[in-house]
C-alpha cells in the first residue's frame, strides 16, 4: 500500500555534512507526522526528529543545533540535514511516516558512517 524509500546515507569524516532524503509513494490519503529514527549496534531504535505535517519538529537532545528536519508535503518526501556529525552518529537510519488511514511505516534503513 505505502512504500518508504531513503537515500543519502554513506560515509563521512567527522564534521561533515549528510542529507537524508525519505519519499513516500502508494495509496496515500495524507500523512501525518514524519520522522527519523536510528539505530546503532547494540542499541535500540531511537528517535532523531520528527515533523508534524504542519511542521512542527521534535529532535532529539543528542542532536539539537546539528541536525534539521523538514518536509515537502507536495512530494510526500522528509529530510534530514545532518551537520557537524560525529562518529556516535553512526547508525542505520530509518524513516517513519504515519499515513492516514492506515498507520505507521519503516523504511528499509540507510547506514551513515561517521569515521573519526
Known amino acids: 500500500q505505502v512504500q518508504l524509500v531513503e537515500s543519502g546515507g554513506g560515509l563521512v569524516q567527522a564534521g561533515g555534512s549528510l542529507r537524508l532524503s525519505c519519499a513516500a509513494s502508494?495509496?496515500?490519503?495524507?500523512?501525518?507526522?514524519m520522522g527519523w529514527y536510528r539505530q546503532a549496534p547494540g542499541k535500540q531504535r531511537e528517535l532523531v526528529a520528527r515533523i508534524t505535517s504542519d511542521h512542527r519538529t521534535t529532535y532529539a537532545d543528542s542532536v539539537k543545533g546539528r541536525f534539521t528536519i523538514s518536509r515537502d508535503n507536495a512530494k510526500n518526501t522528509v529530510y534530514l540535514q545532518m551537520n557537524s556529525l560525529k562518529p556516535e552518529d553512526t547508525a542505520v537510519y530509518y524513516c517513519?511516516?504515519?499515513?492516514?488511514?492506515?498507520?505507521?511505516?519503516w523504511g528499509q534503513g540507510t547506514q551513515v558512517t561517521v569515521s573519526s
Open positions: 502508494g495509496s496515500i490519503k495524507s500523512i501525518n507526522t
Open positions: 517513519n511516516a504515519v499515513v492516514a488511514p492506515y498507520g505507521g511505516y
